[in-house]
Nanobody, 126 residues
Framework: QEQLVESGGGSVQSGGSLRISCSGF????????MGWYRQAPGKERERVAF???????TYVDSVKGRFVISQDNTKSTLFLQMDGLKPEDTAMYYC????????????????????WGQGIQVTVSS
């Protein structure tokens, strides 16, 4: 069973950068979609970015041009480079290993059946 662990969160000022990581993708899931969600206090979980088994990335409009999702060469670690951070990016960020290779397994209802990390806090001050 996947045990995904996020790292690299913290606090930055508006306009700053952070890179968060998610490790623990084993052989069974390295060719599945992977992704990032976030949840701010009092708000619903929100899609952030996804990468399918072919390496194609998809972003929610609010982070396009500022965030980049990537993997290491072995696909055992997932990254989210976040530049130009804004206070509205403040949230707990969660990584996900989807059940299949297509991005829909990470961005749609099937995401609920994937494997999730425990979350890591990102705080952006104005």
């Amino acid at each position: 069973q996947e045990q995904l662990v996020e790292s690299g969160g913290g606090s930055v000022q508006s306009g700053g950068s952070l890179r968060i990581s998610c490790s623990g993708f084993d052989d069974d899931y390295r060719n599945h979609c992977m992704g990032w969600y976030r949840q701010a206090p009092g708000k619903e979980r929100e899609r952030v970015a996804f990468i399918d088994s072919g390496g194609s990335a998809t972003y929610v409009d609010s982070v396009k041009g500022r965030f980049v999702i990537s993997q290491d060469n072995t696909k055992s670690t997932l990254f989210l480079q976040m530049d130009g951070l804004k206070p509205e990016d403040t949230a707990m960020y969660y990584c996900l290993a989807g059940l299949k290779g297509g991005v829909a397994s990470c961005s749609g209802p099937l995401a609920d059946h994937g494997y999730w990390g425990q979350g890591i806090q990102v705080t952006v001050s104005s």
